[in-house]
Nanobody, 118 residues
Framework: QLQASGGGLVQAGGSLRLSCAGSGRTFGNYAVGWFCQAPGKEREFVAAIDRSGGRTYYADSVKGRFTISRDNDKNMVYLQMNSLKPEDTAIYYC?????????????WGQGTLVTVSS
């Protein structure tokens, strides 16, 4: 189970960096994805990264604005969010994924709330 953190309140056009903490010596064996759930909407895919950090893919809505990265030595995955828009407001979650897919493979952990004001 992975735990997301780093959310907060930011103005439109601003930036935030979310963190996803994993545990255990096998963290580097898993691809990890970020997902978000806006009020009244279903949870949806945002971005994912492979085990080594060498390959990534994104939802069309965040391409060019968000960057996913990881540091396996620290058991962390990050989501750098730039040029934020009010429609990015959501609870963000991270989860293990099968690389190439856009759904979680494991259980959801605690999310982190991102609020973008206009």
């Amino acid at each position: 189970q992975l735990q997301a953190s780093g959310g907060g309140l930011v103005q439109a056009g601003g930036s935030l960096r979310l963190s996803c903490a994993g545990s255990g010596r096998t963290f580097g064996n898993y691809a990890v994805g970020w997902f978000c759930q806006a009020p009244g909407k279903e949870r949806e895919f945002v971005a994912a990264i492979d085990r080594s950090g060498g390959r990534t893919y994104y939802a069309d809505s965040v391409k060019g604005r968000f960057t996913i990265s990881r540091d396996n030595d620290k058991n962390m995955v990050y989501l750098q969010m730039n040029s934020l828009k009010p429609e990015d407001t959501a609870i963000y979650y991270c989860a293990v994924v099968n690389f190439g897919e856009r759904r979680p493979r494991g259980p959801w952990g605690q999310g982190t709330l991102v609020t973008v004001s206009s």
